[in-house]
């Protein structure tokens, strides 16, 4: 009996692991900031890392700061709601690439000549636990990150913004 009670335990266990483990999530960009700004974000694990596919839409051509922002609320209407950089590990701002940096730092996405943006990146982000991004929101700023200035690198406005859901 002890037995059954055992394996029953486990495997309810088991199967509620299983229903947390998030593979996808998602981020439908809105305007902000009076831009005309839209997109999709999509964060899919793929081993150890997790690739952001970035397809942004009416930009000004060149680059712009690319942050996963602390807040997944995209209320206000220059997105001031979502909060600073998503930072648990309180580092200074950087680059994705540099050694000191934001859980939430994805550097530049840039426009080409007809306001058209494609990323896409691998690196460290969760989609579970403490340090997940799910329920955060992503935003695109109206200039190019410096990958340096603390605390969003000089890139001014909000001009895009959506929150992270699951999509699995």
Aim: some cysteine.
């Amino acid at each position: 009996m002890k037995t059954i009670l055992f394996i029953t335990m486990f495997c309810g266990v088991a199967c509620f692991a299983q229903a947390q483990e998030v593979t996808k999530a998602a981020a439908q960009l809105e305007p902000k900031s009076g831009s005309q700004v839209t997109g999709l974000v999509t964060f899919t694990k793929v081993g150890d890392e997790i690739q952001v596919v970035a397809d942004i839409q009416n930009l000004k051509p060149g680059k712009h700061g690319f942050h996963i922002h602390e807040k997944g609320d995209c209320s206000a209407a220059d997105a001031a709601s979502a909060g600073a950089h998503f930072n648990p590990t309180q580092k200074h701002h950087g680059g994705p690439m540099t050694l000191e940096h934001h859980a939430g730092d994805l550097g530049n996405i840039e426009a080409d000549a007809s306001g058209k943006a494609h990323l896409d990146w691998k690196g460290k982000l969760s989609l579970s636990g403490k340090d997940s991004i799910i329920g955060r929101s992503v935003v695109v700023h109206e200039k190019e990150d410096d990958l340096k200035t603390d605390p969003a690198g000089n890139s001014g406005a909000r001009i895009g913004c959506g929150t992270i859901n699951a999509a699995d």
